[in-house]
C-alpha cells in the first residue's frame, strides 16, 4: 500500500461516504469497522415516512451501502479491531486484527501489496498491518446511557424506551409499538435525556434529538391516527426548512402537545399497562400527574470512547475528538459533534475530498 492508499475507521455513515468520495478520486481504500456488518448506529434506525417522506435520512444510507457493495476500490474490514496508529502524512503504519474480511479474493489482487496476515496469538483473528497515506477517523458516536436518569426508570418499567429503541422497533415491526406490541395509545417523549445536563457533565445541546423526536411523532400520529402525544422540552433546535414544517404541522394536531417543562420523575408498578410522569406545569407551575402506556426518552449523543493510543487525538470538554494538528488524520461525522444521517454522509464526501487535495499536494 503506498502514499495514494487511505485508511477509513469506522463503517457508519460518514467513514462510508469517505470511503467512496475517496474511491471515486482514485484512492485505494481500507475501510474498517469493529462490528460485522457496515452501517453504524443508523442501520438499526427505520425509515419514517408517513404520506410523504420526511427526510430521515435511512434511505441515504442503505444507497451508500450498496455503492460500497460495487466499489472495487474498497476493501471492507469487518470485525476489526485497530489496536495501533504510527507515522505521519504519508507514511502511517496501523496495526489491524481482522476477524472477517468481504471480497478476500478480489481485493488481494487489488492490494498485493498488502503486509501478510498473522493469526493473532489468541486465535480470535488474524493480525495485519496496513500502510496508508492518510487515516480518516469516522468511529461515531456513544449514546448517553439513559439509566443513569434514574428518575426516568429506564430498565425498570418496561414502558419507557429510548428515541434507539424506537428506531429498532420501528425497523423490526414497522411500526412504533407499546411494549410487549400493540397499539400505543397514550406516548410522552422527553427530551434532552443526557444532554444539556450539567449534573451529568454533559451540558452541550446533542441537536439532532428535536428533529427525530418530532420526526417519530408525526410517524406515530400517521400510523395510529386515535393516538395522543405529549413532547416534553426545554426549546427546539431547528434543523432546516422540513423541520419547521414538521413542527408546524404538530402544533396544529389537536391530538399532540408540545409541553415546555421537563419532567421530575416517573412512576411505575409492576404489572401495570402505564407508568405516570410528574412535571411542573409551564402554565401554573403546579405539579400534575400523568399516566402513559408508552415514554421515549430522547437521549443524547457523546463521544465514544476510543484510546488516545489509536486516534492520536486529544478530546473536547466535551469528549468528542478535535483535530491537533498532527498531519494526516481526518476527522468526519459525529465523532467531532453530533450530526444527523445526512449531516455525516456530507460531511465523509468533504473529508475525501480534503484528505485527496491534502495528498495530492505531496506529490
Known amino acids: 500500500m503506498g502514499n495514494d492508499h487511505v485508511l477509513v475507521i469506522g463503517g457508519g455513515a460518514a467513514g462510508i461516504s469517505a470511503a467512496l468520495g475517496l474511491a471515486s478520486l482514485g484512492h485505494p481504500v481500507s475501510l474498517v469497522e ?177 428533529a427525530y423526536a418530532l420526526r417519530m411523532v408525526a410517524v406515530l400520529r400517521h400510523d395510529f391516527p386515535e393516538c395522543e402525544v405529549t413532547v416534553f422540552y426545554m426549546d427546539f433546535q431547528p434543523l432546516g426548512k422540513k423541520f419547521e414544517m414538521i413542527r408546524q404541522g404538530l402544533e396544529e394536531d389537536n391530538k399532540v402537545r408540545l409541553l415546555r417543562t421537563i419532567p421530575a420523575k416517573i412512576y411505575g408498578w409492576e404489572g401495570e399497562k402505564e407508568v405516570e410522569v410528574r412535571y411542573a406545569d409551564p402554565l401554573t407551575e403546579g405539579l400534575v400527574t400523568e399516566a402513559f402506556d408508552l415514554v421515549i426518552l430522547s437521549i443524547g449523543l457523546g463521544g465514544l470512547a476510543v484510546s488516545e493510543t489509536v486516534t492520536g487525538l486529544k478530546r473536547t470538554e466535551d469528549g468528542f475528538l478535535e483535530a491537533n494538528g498532527k498531519a494526516g488524520r481526518f476527522l468526519a461525522g459525529s ?19 480534503q484528505v485527496a487535495m491534502t495528498l495530492r499536494s505531496r506529490k
Open 335 to 353: 465523532c467531532n459533534g453530533p450530526r444527523t444521517i445526512a449531516e455525516s454522509i456530507a460531511d465523509g464526501r468533504k473529508v475525501a475530498l
Open 34 to 210: 469493529k462490528e460485522t456488518q457496515l452501517g453504524g448506529q443508523a442501520f438499526a434506525y427505520g425509515c419514517k415516512a408517513t404520506e410523504e417522506c420526511l427526510l430521515c435520512g435511512v434511505c441515504l444510507l442503505h444507497d451508500a451501502l450498496r455503492e460500497v457493495k460495487e466499489e472495487e476500490r474498497i476493501e471492507v474490514l469487518t470485525g476489526a479491531n485497530v489496536e495501533k496508529i504510527e507515522g505521519e502524512l504519508g507514511r502511517f503504519t496501523v496495526q489491524v486484527v481482522v476477524r472477517q474480511v468481504h471480497d478476500s479474493t478480489e481485493l488481494a489482487e487489488a492490494h498485493p501489496e498488502s503486509a501478510p496476515a498473522d493469526r493473532g496469538a489468541d486465535g480470535a483473528g488474524e493480525r495485519r498491518e496496513l500502510r496508508a497515506g492518510a487515516v480518516v477517523l469516522a468511529v461515531g458516536f456513544e449514546p448517553f446511557e439513559a439509566s443513569l436518569k434514574g428518575e426516568f426508570g429506564y430498565g425498570r418499567y418496561p414502558h419507557v424506551i429510548t428515541a434507539l429503541d424506537a428506531e429498532r422497533i420501528l425497523k423490526d415491526k414497522g411500526k412504533i409499538l407499546k411494549a410487549g406490541g400493540g397499539e400505543p395509545r397514550r406516548v410522552a417523549f422527553i427530551q434532552c435525556v443526557g444532554s444539556r445536563d450539567v449534573s451529568l457533565g454533559k451540558p452541550y445541546c446533542s441537536r439532532i434529538c428535536c
